[in-house]
């Protein structure tokens, strides 16, 4: 008989509501990504480095926008030391190979996949031992006081409990049921999330593995692009809150009997709410396509310059290496446009010869307020839940 690990709740009647309202704003995203628009590639470019920036930053692994994009780009940082670049683009391999086979027909996850996952993660360290399972006892501090606020279950239980882990992920991947709502991909996600940040299998990178293995099974739905999926960005905006849950729903140590229903609102919540961060981006997106255009005609500017300044007003910086790349354009012609959005103002230069990039100038800085001020908050699915959890963990 295998190992017993956190079960799927019961979901009730405001999760399940929580859950049509997201898979309509999904759709409604996946339909506007259908037909071709030039912010497309941008856009997605700057949602993975945010997702790889956020997934870090709960480690304590901190970079500026900027750096993130550069990760995604494969170019080099602007102010990241040695030590947090490594885990950035480990972060960045793992994530690159999660988008790229996760949603392939007849994909599932395995315990060997797990380990190389890991292996790509902390390649530069091996001191970490990348790639095996931990054999020996871990326990998670608190940074502020040093005290244990977690006990993962015994080394001996780990193979087994990944294995048993790893089959219910394929098991509820394939199954049916009239409770279409306990096994949605969004559950399912936090569900193998869950299981496998509690069983800690790793002597490091346990979180971000879990992560990791969340955005895979959403990645099998194949509503919206698993880049558009993921809720790291979300998470690391919400560390302490994401904690919390933990903290509350593991009790100290391996606790499977426990309720997982306050960590499945947790991540409906963070669904919902990137949900509508996306959606809120996509259009501020369209607007600020319409003003380029608007500018580049009143600067006589090539149709093409439109895309560095959209990069811009993303907060991404600017590089003639990157420009070339997305745009095809020749060294000199690539050069030239640079300078000349320099020249405007459009464009600010950082930077001598090989490390000299663009930020946005003060006209696009106005640009980007400008479209962004009339955003709206957003609708909070689960308004009395942070509340619920500070007063949980407070006692």
Excluded: C
Aim: charged share 25%; proline share 6%; net charge negative.
């Amino acid at each position: 008989m295998p190992p017993a690990i956190y079960t799927t709740p019961e979901p009730d009647a405001t999760d399940t509501e929580v859950i049509a309202e997201i898979r309509t704003m999904r759709e409604s995203l996946a339909d506007v990504l259908r037909v071709p628009r030039r912010w497309t590639g941008n856009l997605r470019r700057t949602t993975q480095a945010r997702a790889i920036k956020g997934s870090n930053s709960i480690e304590g692994y901190n970079v500026t926008d900027q750096d993130a994009v550069a990760a995604v780009d494969d170019e080099e940082p602007l102010t990241a030391d040695d030590r947090t670049w490594a885990e950035i683009l480990g972060y960045r391999r793992v994530m690159t190979y999660v988008l790229s086979i996760a949603s392939q027909t007849g994909f599932t996850p395995s315990s060997q996949m797990l380990g190389m996952l890991h292996f790509m993660l902390l390649e530069h360290d091996l001191d970490k031992s990348p790639g095996q399972f931990r054999t020996g006892p871990i326990y998670v501090r608190d940074s502020g006081n040093g005290e244990t606020v977690y006990e993962a279950p015994d080394a001996d239980l780990v193979p087994e409990l990944v294995d048993a882990l790893i089959e219910s992920v394929r098991r509820d991947s394939a199954r049916t049921s009239e409770n279409a709502t306990l096994l949605d991909p969004m559950v399912r996600a936090a569900m193998a999330h869950l299981n496998l940040v509690m069983i800690h299998p790793f002597r490091d990178g346990n979180g971000r593995m879990s992560r990791a293995l969340q955005t895979m099974v959403l990645a099998q739905d194949r509503v919206l692009e698993p880049t558009f999926s993921s809720v790291e960005e979300w998470l690391g905006n919400n560390t302490d809150d994401y904690y919390r849950v933990l903290a509350a729903t593991g009790q100290g140590s391996w606790h499977p009997e426990n309720d997982a229903s306050l960590w499945v609102k947790f991540n409906l919540r963070a669904h919902h709410m990137q949900a509508q961060t996306l959606r809120r981006r996509f259009r501020t997106a369209e607007e600020t396509w319409l003003r380029l255009d608007d500018l580049v005609r009143q600067h006589k500017l090539p149709d093409r310059a439109s895309d560095p300044l959209f990069d811009a007003t993303l907060g991404s910086r600017v590089t003639r290496a990157g420009y070339m790349k997305r745009s095809g354009l020749e060294e000199r012609t690539a050069s030239r446009d640079l300078v000349r959005l320099a020249e405007l103002g459009l464009l600010q230069p950082h930077g001598k010869t090989r490390a000299r990039h663009y930020l946005a100038g003060p006209e696009i800085d106005v640009l980007r307020s400008q479209v962004q001020r009339d955003r709206g908050r957003l609708d909070d699915p689960y308004p009395d839940l942070p509340g619920e959890l500070r007063k949980l963990t407070a006692s």
